[in-house]
């Protein structure tokens, strides 16, 4: 897994900037691009952040990525999930290294 690899560096901050992520199943989907099929994955937020924490990270931020087009602030159109497999929102997500002091930072 690729956040392995990153966790790895032990790096003082993780910025992971437009996750798929929220409060559904994990799973991988077919994207249509431009007539070409493309893997895309959706992950559970909370398997996400506890992966992280894991590795020795803590969770500092997470906002909603303001998608804004046109004007208009509009969710995800992703009407041809069920459900309970759709997000508003894609996240930023901002993890720091356990041993990090905020303040001096």
Not at 60 to 69: H, P
Not at 70 to 99: A, T
């Amino acid at each position: 897994m690729f956040i392995k690899e990153v966790t790895d560096l032990h790096p003082k901050y993780i910025l992971i900037s437009d996750a798929f992520a929220g409060d559904i199943p994990t799973f991988i989907t077919a994207q249509n691009f431009y007539g070409r099929k493309l893997p895309f994955r959706f992950l559970n937020m909370v398997e996400l952040t506890e992966y992280i924490e894991n590795q020795g990270f803590k969770l500092i931020l997470d906002t909603e990525y303001d998608r804004t087009m046109l004007g208009k602030r509009d969710p995800l159109p992703l009407d041809n999930f069920q459900e309970n497999m759709q997000i508003k929102y894609s996240h930023h997500l901002l993890f720091c290294e356990n041993n990090v002091s905020q303040e001096n930072s």
